[in-house]
């Protein structure tokens, strides 16, 4: 699994084809022929990632919009952007 710090920069993935289906957005990975989809928080997430951005700035804006522990956030945003790592749905920067 990939290593991420506080000061990890990640970005979308130039390749990733993203449509919104039914509201839901669904994210494919050409790579790995992969698709996921992305509940709201994701797609929160997703959005943030279309610039470079840190894990410690996406972690204060999901602290600002949603009613969570940083700490608890931090973790799970980890958790979340390894997978998408993996992936190759996103990139470190």
Aim: glycine share 6%; charged share 25%.
């Amino acid at each position: 699994m990939n290593e991420l710090g506080p000061d990890t920069k990640v970005k979308q993935s130039g390749d990733v084809i993203t449509r919104e289906i039914s509201g839901q957005l669904v994210i494919l990975t050409p790579a790995e022929g992969t698709i996921h989809e992305l509940d709201e928080l994701g797609s929160f997430i997703w959005s943030l990632c279309a610039e470079p951005a840190s894990l410690e700035t996406i972690t204060a804006s999901i602290v600002a919009e949603y009613d969570v522990e940083s700490e608890v956030a931090a973790k799970d945003l980890a958790e979340f952007l390894a997978k998408l790592l993996d992936a190759g749905a996103v990139t470190k920067q």
